[in-house]
C-alpha cells in the first residue's frame, strides 16, 4: 500500500511538468488518487507549472553520439535521424479491471518504430521487469499478484541514454481468494 502510494505521488510529481491541472478523489477504501485525466467526483486542483531548464549537451557527450551514429546530422538538420515523437503503453489501457490473469501481456508503441539499436524496458511498481533487461515492445508478466499496479516503459539508446518514456498506465488486478464466500471450492453439499 505504501510503495503504491509512494508510487502514485512520484508519478504525479511527473505528470505536473506536462500539465497544470490535477485532479484528487478519494475512493471507496478511503485511498486518495490524483490524476491528470478526470474522474468521477474529483476535486480539480489548479497545480503551479513545474520550473524546467534546458539541458546542453557536453562535449563528451556530443563525441559520444557523433560515434554512435556517425552517418547522423546534428537535431534539426536535414537528413538527421527522427527524435520520437511520443511512446505509451497501448495495451492494457490505463484503469484495466483484469481479473484472474495468469499473465499480464504489455505493448508499446513508439513514434516514428523504434530506431535501430534503441531498446524498449518495462517497468512495474517503478521496478524493471525481465531482470533489466529490455523487453522489446511486446511483454509477457507473469506472476502478477493482485493489487493495483502502475506499469511504464522507457526507450533507451545503445549508450543507455533515454530517449522517449510513456505516461503511466494503472491496472488493477483482481484474484479469486479461497476465503471468498462465493468461490466455488467454499460450497458446502446443501442436505437432501
Not at 512495474?124 to 521487469?129: H, L, Q, R, S
Request: charged share 15%; with cysteine; glycine share 8%.
Amino acid at each position: 500500500m505504501m510503495r503504491t502510494l509512494l508510487f502514485t505521488l512520484l508519478s504525479l510529481a511527473c505528470s505536473l511538468a506536462l500539465a497544470a491541472t490535477v485532479y484528487r478523489w478519494v475512493d471507496e477504501n478511503g485511498t486518495v488518487h490524483f490524476s491528470d485525466q478526470p474522474h468521477p467526483n474529483a476535486e480539480k486542483m489548479n497545480v503551479q507549472s513545474a520550473q524546467t531548464y534546458p539541458s546542453y549537451e557536453t562535449p563528451s557527450q556530443a563525441a559520444a553520439q557523433a560515434n554512435a551514429h556517425p552517418a547522423a546530422a546534428p537535431p534539426g538538420a536535414e537528413g538527421s535521424e527522427p527524435m520520437y515523437r511520443g511512446c505509451a503503453i497501448v495495451d492494457p489501457q490505463d484503469g484495466a479491471a483484469l481479473s484472474n490473469i495468469d499473465q499480464l501481456n504489455v505493448s508499446v508503441r513508439t513514434d516514428p518504430a523504434l530506431r535501430q539499436g534503441d531498446k524498449i524496458f518495462i517497468l512495474m511498481d517503478g521496478a524493471a521487469v525481465n531482470g533489466g533487461k529490455s523487453t522489446g515492445s511486446q511483454f509477457s508478466i507473469s506472476p502478477v499478484d493482485r493489487g493495483e499496479h502502475v506499469l511504464q516503459a522507457v526507450v533507451r539508446d545503445g549508450q543507455g541514454n533515454l530517449m522517449c518514456q510513456t505516461p503511466g498506465v494503472t491496472v488493477e488486478v483482481h484474484m479469486n481468494s479461497i476465503l471468498n464466500p462465493n468461490n466455488p471450492q467454499n460450497a458446502r453439499p446443501r442436505p437432501h
